[in-house]
């Protein structure tokens, strides 16, 4: 990833949406293999519709899953295949705190609507809730040929 800065642009709607659902259907098959895991070590027994441990065990396995490709190249792999890249605001790559900080508040941004995605286009400085939170941000930088 180079650092001239003239090349960086933020990326569209359309290229976040693409981002979004690929890497949703990475998760939800992580989610389905840690799953298994979790039933594997219940003895095979089915595990409680209520059980709160469950559900946030799943809701760290999605911070691994995000926070690992984030503080290592600043990529999940459907940012890798829309070519964004996630940098903090000094240009390089997140730590963990960052990681985490926009896990939870990219969480509660869908919380009012979307509000908190939403506000890419509201804001004059174009960022996200989380963009803010954690001091990091989405651009999309295209390819040199």
Same mark, same amino acid.
Do not use: C
């Given at each position: 990833?180079?650092?001239?800065?003239?090349?960086?642009?933020?990326?569209?709607?359309?290229?976040?949406?693409?981002? *979004?659902?690929?890497?949703?259907?990475?998760?939800?098959?992580?989610?389905?293999?840690?799953? &298994?895991? &979790?039933?594997?070590?219940?003895?095979?027994?089915? /595990?409680?519709?209520?059980?709160?441990?469950?559900?946030?065990?799943?809701?760290?396995? &999605?911070? +691994?899953?995000?926070?690992?490709?984030?503080?290592?190249?600043?990529?999940?792999?459907?940012?890798?295949?829309?070519?964004?890249?996630? /940098?903090?605001?000094?240009?390089?790559? +997140?730590?963990?705190?960052?990681?985490?900080?926009?896990?939870?508040?990219? /969480?509660?941004?869908?919380?009012? *609507?979307?509000?908190?995605?939403?506000?890419?286009?509201?804001?004059?400085?174009?960022?996200?809730?989380?963009?803010? &939170?954690?001091?990091?941000?989405? /651009?999309?930088?295209?390819?040199?040929?």
């Amino acid at each position: 990833m180079t650092k001239n800065l003239s090349l960086n642009r933020k990326p569209s709607l359309f290229r976040l949406l693409g981002v *979004m659902l690929y890497d949703t259907m990475l998760l939800v098959s992580v989610l389905l293999v840690a799953s &298994a895991v &979790a039933v594997a070590f219940n003895g095979g027994e089915a /595990i409680g519709a209520n059980n709160p441990f469950f559900f946030l065990y799943l809701v760290g396995v &999605a911070f +691994i899953f995000y926070g690992w490709f984030w503080t290592h190249g600043g990529q999940t792999l459907g940012m890798r295949a829309w070519q964004v890249y996630l /940098i903090s605001g000094d240009h390089i790559g +997140i730590n963990w705190q960052q990681a985490f900080l926009r896990f939870v508040v990219s /969480i509660f941004s869908w919380l009012p *609507m979307g509000l908190g995605y939403w506000w890419l286009w509201l804001s004059p400085d174009k960022l996200s809730w989380h963009d803010i &939170a954690s001091g990091s941000f989405l /651009i999309y930088r295209p390819k040199q040929k």
